[in-house]
């Protein structure tokens, strides 16, 4: 398969504890994105990489969250403390630099209890 | 900061028939970006067509096509003889222009329209 791929695809956690998605891009990819999908709205920018580099990390929604991409492949991203407001989709996208499409992988479902 | 508003929150169309879905956008740009998604249930969220806003002709695929109107600032999808597997949430989305391309942004979406296929 050589899509985007997230794991785990549905984390149940309780409140306070912390949370780490990961993402693979499409290999050859070398920008990759986070988004927050919560119900019934479109998902949200959260942050994103081109290779290493973290390029755009304000829109991170609050000091919890961080995310890294260590050797400018898989991604993680990480939420401490979890709240119950941070119930959501958390959908990761790649793309080549310079194209306009990005592809999504399928989510990864957080419930905090 | 762009909006992008999608006025309609369920749409529903008898398969085989034609249904067009709204979305509206607010920026002082000039160039951008604009594109539709489709997200299944459970699944991930694929690209259905995009437009360069520099482009005054309307993008299509297949029976897929949108009406873009810069000066009103709007940006309609029409699926033509809709299947079943259409079904799913369409989301209408913004990305500014960057001459290094990709989105430093990031796209802006719309809350998205639910599209329900009658057979």
């Known amino acids: 398969d050589t899509g985007v791929s997230q794991d785990p695809r549905h984390k149940i956690t309780k409140r306070g504890q912390n949370v780490t998605f990961r993402c693979d891009p499409i290999?050859?990819?070398?920008?990759l994105y986070w988004y927050r999908q919560t119900l019934g709205q479109g998902p949200e920018f959260l942050t994103y990489?081109?290779?290493?580099?973290?390029?755009?990390k304000s829109r991170l929604l609050s000091d919890r969250f961080s995310a890294e991409r260590p050797k400018g492949s898989f991604s993680t991203l990480e939420i401490q403390r979890t709240e119950q407001g941070d119930s959501a989709m958390y959908l990761c996208?790649?793309?080549?630099?310079?194209?306009?499409?990005?592809?999504f992988g399928a989510g990864s479902r957080l419930t905090v209890l | 900061a762009q909006t992008v508003t999608q006025s309609q929150p369920e749409m529903s169309v008898q398969e085989a028939e034609t249904v067009t879905l709204s979305c509206t956008y607010d920026?002082?740009?000039?160039?951008?970006?604009l594109f539709w998604y489709k997200q299944p249930p459970s699944r991930q969220m694929i690209l259905v067509i995009r437009?360069?806003?520099?482009?005054?002709q309307n993008a299509t695929e297949n029976r897929f096509s949108v009406n873009f109107q810069k000066a009103a600032k709007s940006f309609s999808l029409k699926i033509s003889d809709s299947q079943l597997g259409d079904a799913a949430m369409y989301f209408c989305?913004?990305?500014?222009?960057?001459?290094?391309?990709?989105?430093?942004?990031?796209?802006?979406f719309g809350k998205g329209t639910h599209l329900i296929i009658q057979p």
């Open positions: 437009q360069e806003a520099y482009k005054q």
């Open positions: 990489f081109q290779n290493e580099a973290q390029l755009e």
């Open positions: 996208a790649s793309s080549l630099a310079g194209a306009n499409v990005l592809t």
């Open positions: 290999s050859e990819h070398n920008r």
């Open positions: 920026t002082s740009e000039s160039d951008y970006y």
């Open positions: 989305a913004y990305r500014h222009f960057s001459t290094s391309g990709g989105g430093a942004d990031g796209l802006t």
